[in-house]
């Protein structure tokens, strides 16, 4: 059973970097394309980054792009979302999502193509 473990949330002041790790475990890691979304309280779900099975492909929301990066290790069965200078906005709870696919050049971005999801990690951004 595939299981994924998100770490690195907390409480940083607007301006810090903050970085998001997820871990799978249970399958393949090579064989899934990955992908980070959030929820802010009141909100639904959304799309933040997503990267193909080799890390080749990225896809950001417009609110991401040129503020988070998304990157994975497949040596280490992690991927990782690093977020620079993140604002009061920004606070959420980010999950990591998984998607099993035979596309090594294909990045997801819709909540309803990830079969796989983390607990999630709370993120706050706070002076």
């Known amino acids: 059973q595939v299981h994924l473990e998100e770490s690195g949330g907390g409480s940083v002041q607007p301006g810090d970097s903050l970085s998001l790790s997820c871990e799978l475990s249970?399958?393949?890691?090579?064989?899934?394309?990955m992908g980070w979304f959030r929820q802010s309280p009141g909100k639904g779900r959304e799309f933040v980054a997503g990267i193909s099975r080799k890390g080749t492909v990225t896809r950001y929301a417009d609110f991401a792009k040129g503020r988070f990066s998304i990157s994975r290790d497949n040596a280490w069965n992690k991927v990782y979302l690093r977020m620079f200078g993140p604002g009061v906005g920004d606070t959420a709870v980010y999950y990591c999502?998984?998607?099993?696919?035979?596309?090594?050049?294909?990045?997801?971005?819709?909540?309803?193509?990830?079969?796989?999801w983390g607990q999630g990690t709370q993120v706050t951004v706070s002076s």
């Open positions: 999502a998984a998607i099993r696919t035979p596309w090594d050049s294909r990045a997801y971005y819709t909540e309803a193509e990830y079969e796989t």
């Open positions: 249970g399958d393949l890691f090579t064989a899934y394309a």
